[in-house]
């Protein structure tokens, strides 16, 4: 996902000491928990019932234009995705119900629109919240405390995961350390409510597999991982032009490097040839070391072109997937 334009700042956020305050329509999350099919574990269930090792969700960013552009309310996205392309769980951008994280009646209508349409709530990408590698201490305690609020919206919904940034200024061991500390803060307050906290590759220094890996090791925890992106591995980008890649980490080598800690996955394209191929991965490839690492959960599309329409592009994406996951099934 683009986060040059993903980068609007939510204010506020749940401030939380050493206990952990439920508010109230989580705690309605939490007893409705026994009887809910939610998670990896639906994940797992609704793959094998199609005959794929995976099961298919649509990640929100695909129609980021539709949704800046007023063409789709946030609300509707469970429904379309579901109605349009067949898709039955959905990964939300917190960039489009910003100002909502703690609005009860709100997530309540969200909530109902899932169930209603028969649609499983994924995960919540968060952006705009101060990222999760500030090596300032006060400033990474203020961008973890942003996200408080945000885990136990995705808990209300019936997520298993919230997606963070792992962003910061510094060395690449000074970023690692502060990576650290605030990714396991963060899961340790998730962890009672059977969260998880997840980090895509994402630019700069998360974009190298190696070194997010490495801070996957170190904080050693089960309900924290990653969230490997097929095409997010670019390290540094040309000042002010995104399209310009100045130093990209191998995107097989960096796949392979994130699976084993992976919570998800997010099938991100372009372009497609003739064929139906993606032009810049090779999706048998990628989706082979997805299955080596003996992943069986959602994989998110996440179509990113322009030549083809989002709609277009999100079901050449669909069937890109269906085809090669068939395939290696």
């Known amino acids: 996902m683009k986060s040059y334009s993903r980068r609007t700042f939510v204010k506020g956020g749940l401030m939380a000491g050493a ?15 026994a009887s809910s099919q939610g998670g990896a574990e639906a994940a797992t269930a609704m793959g094998d019932a199609k005959g794929l090792f995976f099961d298919i969700s ?41 100002d909502k994280a703690e609005d ?6 969200l909530k109902g629109r899932c169930t209603d349409n028969g649609v499983s709530p994924v995960l919540i990408m968060v952006d705009g919240e101060g990222g999760l590698g500030i090596t300032k201490a006060s400033e990474l305690t ?20 919230i997606r963070v940034n792992a962003f910061g200024e510094g060395t690449r061991e000074e970023v690692q350390l502060a990576a650290i500390e605030g ?36 904080v050693g925890m089960d309900n924290v991982g990653t969230l490997p992106d097929f095409g997010n591995f670019c390290i540094t980008r040309k000042k002010g032009d995104w399209e ?18 992976a919570k998800g996955v997010s099938a991100k394209t372009h372009d497609f040839d003739e064929a139906g191929n993606e032009t810049k991965s090779d ?25 083809l329409s989002e709609v277009e592009g999100i079901k050449a994406t669909k069937a890109l997937l269906e085809k090669v996951g068939a395939e290696l099934s």
């Open 183 to 218: 990714l396991s803060r963060l899961g340790e307050f998730a962890k009672p409510m059977g969260m998880n906290i997840i980090v895509e590759n994402h630019g700069g220094y998360s974009s190298d597999g190696s070194w997010l890996s490495g801070v996957m090791r170190q």
């Open 244 to 261: 310009t890649c100045l130093e990209e980490y191998d995107r097989y080598q960096g796949t392979t490097d994130l699976m084993p800690f």
């Open 142 to 161: 203020k961008a973890i405390e942003n996200h408080h609020k945000w885990v136990e919206a995705a808990k209300f919904l019936g997520c298993h995961s």
């Open 283 to 307: 999706y048998r490839r990628l989706l082979t070391i997805v299955k080596e690492a003996g992943y069986k959960g959602f994989i998110g599309i996440e179509y990113e072109g322009s030549r």
């Open 104 to 109: 009860q009646a709100y997530l309540n209508d």
């Open 19 to 33: 206990g952990l305050a439920l508010s109230p329509f989580l705690l309605q999350a939490c007893a409705e928990e």
């Open 58 to 98: 649509l990640a929100q960013w695909s129609l980021h234009k539709m949704l800046f552009a007023k063409e789709l309310d946030n609300l509707d996205f469970p429904a379309y995705a579901k109605n349009t392309f067949g898709i039955s769980g959905v990964e939300f951008v917190n960039q489009f119900f910003k």
